[in-house]
């Protein structure tokens, strides 16, 4: 398999309490893979690693085709290496139209000087066109982000990072807060759009899992304790003592 | 971030009309005896001091850093300016009464009795390193600009690197701010201490000019600086820089992981802030007279940010109006014009009491009015604020209230 991602022996304490413990993980170049595990198995925490926010104590993370270490990046550097990341709440910028959230989010040269004489051109808003009908938020183009329902603003969040261009999504919790309509439309945006990049989705939601149809990895106290198929680890009887046996 | 510059600026247009309009107007009523001297002076100081409170809305209104280093900044602006007033004019005076001797003074005598001339009030006779442009108009204008930038990029380049935001960010730049006054109260910082540089509304050469005449070309130089400063800010904010600034404002992780360098970001528009601030001190000290370091106190700082919370931040009318209606109505104040309002054993007097009608005019419009005057305008242009039931903007701390915005 082609890696895009692959995470070493990383671990990571907090005053003593190791949120990660000798975690390993690879994911291919065009993959959809869900991460579960129950609260505090550090979900948020491997993010944390990957997009640069927390620095691990000791572990290697490899990006990309030469192997390049995402350690000690910036997270802004690391974003603009091609990994985007969804977090929990929606976090959109709640003062400004959806479509300058999306014409913010295109990749583009991300100095300060680049941004004061950037003037977006048909390209631009043909891109931004294309991005809002895959999010389904065509109609909503002219309005204030803040003013959208939650389910839309995940959408519209999820709609920047694609606006990206990234090579690696990261995904917290898509779903939570959502109807059962917004759900499906949910995963299929999450499908469509792993058939080109790598989406890794962070999620408590079995249901939700089921009906992403794709690879599972099981997280307990830090490090993987399973992988496979939703069916293939739904019958571990690890990931059933620890996760849903209760 | 789409349209043209004025499609994306209604205002432009419009605050450069009244401004043109208010000038010619005071310029007409000035030259027909209608306002004094000294009111021409109020007035260009306060054009000056709306120039400062756009900067200031720039970083706080905008990026979300409430910056109290400005006042900083627009006193250093003075502080440039003033030093080549005083050298020009005092090389004239002692050129002048050294003409009268026998023998011809060497510049090296000029320089000494100019030295001790300006410095005689601080117990010395050297130039100190600092001066050493002062002779030359383009060179301190140039520091104007470069000095108040130069500390803003330094400062800025340590502070926003260790990201530090919000109310510590507010701490330090005060401190920054008080730091730098109680450095040049001292007589060897070199800028004549508490004295500071006085005498500076007599321009060098212009010595037949009456008041009367400076004071106009000041109120034109403050007009028109400001005019450029409003379209410079409008332009800054309305493209996508301003989108980005807005973003750091309610979000700033949200910009980071999008991949811009956030603290680039912040320090370009806190040194553009600072670069503006310090052409407004520049314009400003002259109309004064005097510029020291009192100038720099506390509560300097909080006042540029009260004008920018009156007139509601985020919004660069609101800024200007905000400083100018403050600055306006507490020259009237203090004017002492007012007579004292006796409340039986209590006596109001207006100097003392317009500190504590501002405090309460500022909780007044926290509480109240988040969008400020500037929210007037608002009324007026029928925008409304979007119905999200009490939630801010974003998770940031200097993130907009559902108040302050607009839908």
């Given at each position: 398999?082609?890696?895009?991602?692959?995470?070493?022996?990383?671990?990571?304490?907090?005053?003593?309490?190791?949120?990660?413990n000798?975690?390993?993980?690879?994911?291919?170049?065009?993959e959809?893979?869900?991460?579960?595990g129950?609260?505090?198995?550090?979900?948020?925490?491997?993010?944390?690693?990957?997009?640069?926010?927390?620095?691990?104590?000791?572990?290697?993370?490899?990006?990309?085709?030469?192997?390049?270490?995402?350690?000690?990046?910036?997270?802004?550097?690391?974003?603009?290496?091609?990994?985007?990341?969804?977090?929990?709440?929606?976090?959109?910028?709640?003062?400004?139209?959806?479509?300058?959230?999306?014409?913010v989010?295109?990749?583009n040269?991300?100095?300060?000087?680049?941004a004061?004489?950037?003037?977006?051109?048909?390209?631009?808003?043909e891109?931004?066109?294309?991005?809002?009908?895959?999010?389904?938020?065509?109609?909503?183009?002219?309005?204030k982000?803040?003013?959208?329902?939650?389910?839309?603003?995940?959408?519209?969040?999820?709609?920047?990072?694609?606006?990206?261009?990234?090579?690696?999504?990261?995904?917290?919790?898509?779903?939570?807060?959502?109807?059962?309509?917004?759900?499906?439309?949910?995963?299929?945006?999450l499908?469509?759009?792993?058939?080109?990049?790598?989406?890794?989705?962070?999620?408590?939601?079995?249901?939700?899992v089921?009906?992403?149809?794709?690879?599972?990895?099981?997280?307990?106290?830090?490090?993987?304790?399973?992988?496979?198929?939703?069916?293939?680890?739904?019958?571990?009887?690890?990931?059933?003592d620890v996760y849903?046996?209760? | 971030?789409?349209?043209?510059?004025?499609?994306?600026?209604?205002?432009?247009?419009?605050?450069?009309?009244?401004?043109?309009?208010?000038?010619?107007?005071?310029?007409?009523?000035?030259?027909?005896?209608?306002?004094?001297?000294?009111?021409?002076?109020?007035?260009?100081?306060?054009?000056?001091?709306?120039?400062?409170a756009?900067?200031?809305?720039?970083?706080?209104?905008?990026?979300?850093i409430l910056?109290l280093?400005?006042?900083a900044?627009?006193?250093?602006?003075?502080?440039?300016?003033?030093?080549?007033?005083?050298?020009?004019?005092?090389?004239a005076?002692?050129?002048e009464s050294?003409a009268?001797?026998?023998?011809?003074?060497?510049p090296?005598?000029?320089?000494?009795?100019?030295?001790?001339?300006?410095?005689?009030?601080?117990?010395?006779?050297?130039?100190?390193?600092?001066?050493?442009?002062?002779g030359?108009?383009?060179?301190?204008?140039?520091?104007?600009?470069?000095?108040?930038?130069?500390?803003?990029?330094?400062?800025?380049?340590?502070?926003?690197?260790s990201?530090v935001?919000?109310?510590?960010?507010?701490?330090?730049?005060?401190?920054?701010?008080?730091?730098?006054?109680?450095?040049?109260f001292?007589?060897?910082?070199?800028?004549?201490?508490?004295?500071?540089?006085?005498?500076?509304?007599?321009?060098?050469?212009m010595?037949?000019?009456?008041?009367?005449?400076?004071?106009?070309?000041?109120?034109?130089?403050?007009?028109?600086?400001?005019?450029?400063g409003?379209?410079?800010?409008a332009?800054?904010v309305?493209?996508?820089?301003?989108?980005?600034?807005?973003?750091?404002?309610?979000n700033?992780?949200?910009?980071?992981?999008?991949?811009?360098?956030?603290?680039?970001?912040?320090?370009?528009?806190?040194?553009?802030?600072?670069?503006?601030?310090?052409?407004a001190?520049?314009?400003y000290?002259?109309?004064?007279?005097?510029?020291?370091?009192?100038?720099?106190?506390?509560?300097?700082?909080?006042?540029?940010?009260?004008?920018?919370?009156?007139?509601?931040?985020?919004?660069?009318y609101g800024a200007m109006?905000?400083?100018?209606?403050?600055?306006?109505?507490?020259?009237f104040?203090?004017?002492g014009?007012?007579?004292?309002l006796?409340?039986?054993?209590?006596?109001?007097?207006?100097?003392?009491?317009w500190?504590?009608?501002?405090?309460?005019?500022?909780v007044?419009?926290?509480?109240?009015?988040p969008?400020?005057?500037?929210?007037?305008?608002?009324?007026?242009?029928?925008?409304?604020r979007?119905?999200?039931?009490?939630?801010?903007?974003?998770?940031?701390r200097?993130?907009?209230r559902?108040?302050?915005?607009?839908?």
């Open positions: 398999m082609n890696t895009l991602l692959e995470v070493s022996g990383v671990s990571v304490s907090f005053d003593g309490f190791r949120a990660i000798n975690l390993s993980f690879r994911i291919g170049k065009a959809l893979r869900a991460v579960i129950p609260n505090g198995a550090g979900k948020t925490t491997f993010m944390d690693i990957v997009t640069g926010k927390t620095r691990p104590d000791k572990g290697r993370i490899s990006w990309g085709e030469k192997g390049l270490s995402l350690l000690g990046l910036s997270e802004a550097r690391i974003a603009r290496e091609g990994v985007g990341r969804k977090f929990q709440k929606p976090t959109v910028f709640e003062d400004q139209t959806v479509q300058s959230n999306l014409i989010s295109l990749k040269r991300r100095g300060p000087f680049a004061l004489f950037y003037r977006p051109g048909s390209g631009d808003f891109r931004v066109a294309a991005l809002a009908g895959k999010i389904g938020l065509t109609a909503q183009l002219s309005r982000a803040g003013e959208l329902s939650h389910g839309q603003k995940q959408w519209l969040e999820i709609g920047m990072l694609l606006a990206q261009e990234p090579r690696l999504l990261l995904v917290d919790e898509p779903a939570a807060g959502m109807t059962l309509a917004e759900r499906e439309k949910t995963t299929d945006i499908v469509e759009a792993a058939k080109t990049r790598a989406v890794v989705v962070v999620e408590h939601d079995m249901e939700f089921r009906r992403l149809n794709c690879r599972v990895t099981v997280l307990h106290e830090g490090s993987v304790l399973a992988e496979g198929s939703l069916d293939h680890v739904t019958s571990n009887p690890d990931v059933i849903l046996g209760r | 971030m789409t349209g043209s510059f004025l499609a994306r600026n209604p205002s432009v247009p419009l605050v450069l009309g009244l401004l043109a309009l208010a000038t010619v107007i005071v310029t007409v009523m000035a030259a027909s005896g209608g306002v004094s001297t000294s009111f021409v002076k109020t007035l260009g100081m306060t054009l000056c001091l709306a120039l400062a756009l900067a200031m809305d720039l970083v706080w209104g905008y990026a979300g910056s280093g400005n006042i900044f627009f006193a250093l602006g003075g502080y440039m300016i003033g030093m080549w007033l005083m050298t020009a004019r005092t090389e005076i002692v050129a050294l009268g001797q026998a023998i011809p003074p060497t090296a005598e000029i320089r000494d009795a100019v030295g001790g001339q300006i410095f005689g009030v601080v117990g010395s006779t050297e130039f100190p390193a600092i001066w050493a442009f002062s030359s108009l383009p060179a301190q204008l140039a520091l104007v600009v470069l000095v108040p930038s130069l500390l803003a990029l330094v400062f800025g380049w340590l502070a926003f690197r990201r935001t919000g109310v510590y960010l507010s701490i330090l730049t005060q401190a920054m701010t008080l730091a730098l006054a109680l450095y040049l001292q007589n060897d910082a070199g800028l004549r201490g508490n004295n500071g540089l006085s005498g500076l509304q007599n321009l060098p050469g010595g037949g000019v009456p008041q009367s005449t400076v004071s106009l070309w000041f109120l034109w130089s403050s007009a028109l600086m400001l005019g450029l409003y379209v410079l800010c332009w800054v309305s493209g996508k820089f301003g989108a980005i600034l807005r973003g750091i404002r309610d700033e992780q949200r910009v980071r992981f999008l991949g811009y360098p956030v603290e680039g970001f912040k320090l370009a528009v806190f040194t553009l802030s600072a670069a503006i601030t310090g052409v001190g520049a314009l000290y002259p109309q004064a007279g005097i510029v020291n370091p009192a100038e720099m106190m506390p509560i300097a700082s909080i006042y540029l940010a009260v004008w920018v919370a009156i007139g509601g931040r985020g919004r660069l109006i905000g400083a100018m209606v403050v600055s306006l109505v507490s020259s104040f203090t004017s014009q007012l007579p004292d006796g409340l039986g054993p209590v006596r109001i007097v207006w100097v003392d009491w500190l504590v009608i501002l405090g309460l005019s500022f007044a419009v926290t509480l109240f009015a969008r400020g005057l500037g929210g007037l305008v608002d009324l007026w242009s029928q925008r409304r979007p119905a999200r039931h009490g939630a801010d903007l974003g998770p940031d200097g993130s907009f559902e108040e302050e915005a607009e839908a």
